[in-house]
């Protein structure tokens, strides 16, 4: 039996392709290549493939053995959703319906969901419970949240188990440096602060020095992507002991600030890492951090690299091996 991996050739995808890998699992990838690389994931079985072409897809399940499924494959970047909402509504939403459709007519009724910190909006408690309001202010975070209602009620329905995974901020890379962040253009905070010492930019920008925070900067949880794959696994194994539907943050419990990271990133490389201020980035919370309690009580996840100097690490190993990703 196979694990479908949807959006497989992607940063978390690879990453969790790899660590499943590791655990003897076997791996079939969807990945229709819009943002993902083909040689960032070791695999035999790759389908070239869009979820919206249900034929195909329905071959892809017709030919393999799948056991379930975990999805990765989405438009990802909230700026962009905010001008495009017609993309992500139609690649992230009417995408998933098809991924849904297509498993119950092959009767797949396990499916790993990755989602979003973007489905609570501008929150009102720190750190963020599951059991908190949700309020997307952006089409991203509207379209992750109307996936995981779609799944609510598919299971309700059909039969469906679903794990949603609201994941903080990924970040670092595998530890061998050979998989790791690439994404053109570039949008993330830690890849663009190390573009600095690999000289291909001069200095880093800082959105916004006026937030209520103690330093002035936005405060995001880091959550090495290693771990992020390790929760992934267990979210799956989960569903596969019978266990019923549920949702669970994805992120370290703890919070750094943009001018703290810039500073780790100087200590890490040695760099002195120019910063210069500018305008608040639209959309941006001042604090974003997780409360992971449930995932580790239920799930038994227990974070092996919550210390962002050893995520910073990792990633430059990653950037410092592949200054253009995965065209080197
Ligand atoms: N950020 C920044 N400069 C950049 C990119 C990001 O100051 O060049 C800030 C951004 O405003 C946010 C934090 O870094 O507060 C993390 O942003 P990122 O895009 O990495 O992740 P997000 O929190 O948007 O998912």
């Known amino acids: 039996m196979s694990i479908l991996v949807t959006g497989g050739a992607g940063y978390i995808g690879s990453a969790t392709i790899k660590y499943l890998q590791s655990k003897g699992k076997e791996i079939v990838v969807v990945d229709n290549l819009q943002t993902g690389y083909r040689n960032s994931v070791d695999v035999d079985k790759f389908y070239k493939i869009d979820l919206r072409d249900m034929d195909s897809l329905d071959k892809v399940f017709k030919e393999n053995e799948i056991e379930g499924v975990i999805h990765f494959a989405a438009n990802s970047l909230v700026g962009v959703s905010m001008t495009d909402p017609y993309t992500y509504y139609d690649n992230n939403v009417y995408g998933t319906l098809c991924l849904l459709k297509t498993m119950m007519e092959n009767d797949v009724k396990k499916i790993v969901f990755s989602s979003t910190a973007a489905t609570y909006g501008e929150p009102k408690n720190i750190p963020i419970l599951e059991s908190d309001i949700t309020n997307p202010t952006n089409p991203y975070g ?6 995981e209602k779609m799944m609510k009620w598919f299971d309700y329905a059909y039969g469906i188990k679903y794990v949603s995974l609201r994941y903080f901020n990924a970040a670092g890379a595998h530890k061998s ?11 993330h905070l830690i890849p663009l602060i190390l573009q600095v010492p690999l000289g291909q930019r001069e200095y880093v920008s800082i959105f916004g020095d006026d937030y209520d925070t103690p330093d002035g900067t936005p405060i995001r949880d880091y959550i090495h992507v290693m771990d992020l794959a390790d929760a992934h696994y267990l979210a799956y194994e989960h569903l596969v002991s019978g266990n019923d539907s549920d949702i669970f943050n994805l992120g370290s419990g703890t919070g750094f600030s943009v001018k703290e990271v ?10 002195e890492i120019p910063a210069v201020v500018e305008a608040r980035r639209a959309g941006d919370p001042a604090v974003l951090i997780a409360s992971s309690a449930k995932i580790k009580d239920v799930l038994g996840w227990n974070p092996q690299y919550d210390d962002l100097k050893v995520i910073i690490e990792d990633a430059w190993r990653w950037h410092k091996n592949h200054p253009n990703g995965y065209d080197d």
């Open 142 to 147: 509207e379209t992750k949240l109307t996936m």
């Open 177 to 187: 440096g050979e998989i790791g962040e690439a994404h053109n253009p570039e949008t």
């Open 262 to 271: 810039i500073e780790i990133a100087r200590e890490v490389t040695g760099h």
